[in-house]
């Protein structure tokens, strides 16, 4: 019997083909699955801790935030329009942890703000939005003064009297001063020789969101090594723009400063430094000098005003956002000790011929100062704060039961407007960024 052989048929010729497409599809199929893991993975890492932060749900343009306690010690954050109208409280009647220190984000959509509410025990930094509040920093030590970058993507805080910075969506986290390395620079040799220790205050940005300063409390550590040192409290320091290292600027009983906006120049005050005047007799002097940072290690200095012997104090600087004028508190320095708070000024930040020193006042020509918010039977106004725009300026009043509340008056010194109308003690007032546009 014949053998007989079966021959395979052959393949189809569009087999291979098929095969291709298949081994492709499987191909792009893993590229798209690797594709979505890592756009998960970055978009995980853009929301970080905090996750999505929705806005406000009202118009925050024209809007003061602000903090409000009741009669019971609670706090509410609350915010109402500068005309006095459209007052909503922000956070919700049964939360009764602590607040302080709102400060809007930079688009004026969301509040940052100091609060215990998850831990009675700890105070930390929360982003308030749409819906409950998100917490931004975490771990042990309360945080306090945030203050929001120039870019409007960190945020800078006060912990356990060091000054550190936070991503908005809560990762790195970073110190800022004092500086990790512990190295300190300055015009100051006798500052930088004693290399005073002591909590941070307060911190803010610089309007290129690199440099930074702060005030330090360094109360008790200066008395063996400065001159003056019964009356230095407080020093202002800085990191300028092209340094890592802390400068050394104006110390005294109590200091304040202001950076430039749309610049790099700091605007520092200063209360109660001892010199000694033309006799060789000591006296106090105060003052506010504007400091530039061509050569972040030796800043130059010129003044802007200067008071001395038992006249007046200039404290709380702010300085308005077209650079041109500088508002602060005055206060009478009567003898010492015995401290008044007399009012509000403001002055032109540009030096002319007449004053190429600066502004001095001198006890003989005290009552000559020219106030725009005086010190009345309402109360006594502190803390300015200038809209963004220029056009008013925001401060407290101190009632005489002790209580705040909230005015704001044009920059002429015309229509004062009492936002708050005595109803609880409101303080930590911050404009919010967002303007109404003219109809």
């Known amino acids: 019997m014949a053998n007989t052989q079966t021959t395979p048929e052959a393949a189809p010729p569009d087999w291979w083909q098929r095969e291709k497409q298949r081994r492709m599809g499987r191909v792009l199929l893993f590229l798209s699955l690797l594709g979505m893991l890592v756009g998960f993975y970055y978009y995980v890492s853009y929301l970080g801790n905090v996750g999505p932060v929705g806005g406000l749900a009202f118009d925050t343009s024209d809007h003061v935030a602000f903090v409000r306690q009741d009669e019971k010690g609670n706090t509410t954050l609350y915010a109402v329009r500068i005309d006095g109208t459209d007052l909503r409280p922000l956070t919700l009647p049964d939360d009764i942890s602590n607040k302080a220190n709102p400060v809007w984000a930079r688009d004026g959509k969301s509040l940052l703000y100091a609060s215990n509410l998850r831990d009675n025990k700890v105070t930390q930094i929360y982003i308030l939005g ?3 509040p998100k917490q931004l920093t975490y771990g042990p030590g309360n945080k306090s003064a945030p203050a929001v970058s120039a870019d409007g993507k960190s945020a800078a805080f006060i912990v356990q009297g060091a000054v550190k910075t936070v991503n908005l969506n809560g990762t790195d986290v970073s110190q800022l001063m004092p500086p990790p390395n512990g190295v300190k620079d300055g015009n100051d040799e006798a500052a930088q020789a004693a290399n005073p220790e002591g909590p ?9 969101g690199i440099g930074v300063c702060a005030t330090q409390d360094v109360s008790g550590q200066l008395h063996a090594t400065l001159p003056g040192a019964p009356s ?7 990191i300028p723009t092209g340094s890592s290292k802390m400068v050394a600027l104006d110390k005294g009983h109590e200091v304040s400063f202001a950076w430039e906006p749309n610049g790099n120049r700091l605007a520092s005050s200063y209360t109660e430094l001892e010199a000694a005047d033309a006799q060789g007799k000591t006296q106090f002097i105060s003052g506010i000098r504007l400091w530039s940072f061509k050569n972040p290690a030796k800043p130059d200095v010129v003044n802007l005003f200067a008071a001395l012997g038992y006249s007046v104090e200039p404290k709380n600087l702010a300085w308005s956002p077209d650079g041109s004028k500088m508002a602060f508190e005055v206060w009478r320095l009567a ?3 015995n401290r008044e708070m007399r009012g509000l000024v403001v002055m032109d930040t ?3 011929s007449a004053h190429p020193q600066g502004i001095v006042v001198v006890p003989e020509v005290v009552d000559s100062v020219r106030y725009m918010v005086q010190t009345d039977a309402e109360g006594k106004p502190t803390r300015p704060r200038w809209s963004p725009d220029g056009s008013r300026l925001l401060y407290e009043v101190l009632r005489p039961n ?3 509340d909230l005015w704001v008056i044009n920059s002429d010194g015309t229509n004062k407007i009492n936002l708050t109308k005595g109803q609880g003690d409101n303080t930590d007032a911050s404009w919010s960024p967002a303007l109404r546009k003219p109809q």
Do not use: W
Not at 200 to 208: G, Q, R, T, V
């Open 130 to 132: 749409t819906g409950a």
């Open 232 to 238: 230095i409290d407080q020093m202002v320091m800085a």
């Open 350 to 352: 540009v030096l002319d």
């Open 402 to 404: 002790g209580k705040h």
């Open 200 to 208: 941070f205050l307060s911190a803010e940005f610089a309007s290129d």
């Open 335 to 337: 003898g010492e000790g």
